[in-house]
């Protein structure tokens, strides 16, 4: 058996790693062996690359291990469901540190109708969590409108561009070959040619 710890926060200026260490120690409890998994991708998506990677590398009997519910899901109803399931199949255990009603297993009557809490429990915090995500979202974008807050966008590289026209007036490279020398993406090569 295996604890596999997974962290995650939303983007890169966030300390996905912030609760390793305690959940290291928390997983002693189980097993002295452990896998971390750290990610760094919003908890509204379903398909995460670190996430899939620990479902593809579970065993049966496994634990995921998870600070609280928010950090695994802040999915929507039925993508959330499709996670759960996604667990299932793999016969992981999930173990919620903040939750402590998934710290241990009951036989018997008593465990059916822990079991039977904790996916109650599971369900509304990740309800919650998702709620919450939505509210926050919203309060952001009404800050902004009352704010006056006009974006503008991104504004164009224009020496990245006039490179991209010259490049591409010497007819010698392929838009490829362009997109790389300049260092942007074949699409933007494509976009700037098409201005002219």
Known sequence: MTVRIYVRASTKDQ??????????????????????????????????????????DAEEGDILLVESVDRLSRLSQD???????????KGLRLVVADLPTTHTVNNGMTGEILTVINHMLIDLLATMAKLDNDKRRERIKQGLANSGYKPTGKKPNTMKHNRI???????????????????????TVYRVIREN
């Open 15 to 56: 300390d996905a790693k912030r609760a390793l260490s305690d959940l290291i120690s928390f997983s002693k409890s189980y097993d002295n062996s452990y896998a971390e998994y750290i990610e760094h991708f919003s908890g509204t998506k379903l398909d995460r690359p670190t996430l899939t990677l620990l479902l593809n």
């Open 165 to 187: 026209r010259e490049l591409d007036s010497q007819n010698n490279m392929t838009k490829e070959e362009i997109a790389k020398a300049v260092g942007v993406g074949v699409a």
């Open 79 to 89: 993508d959330f469901a499709i996670l759960k399931q996604r667990i299932k199949d």
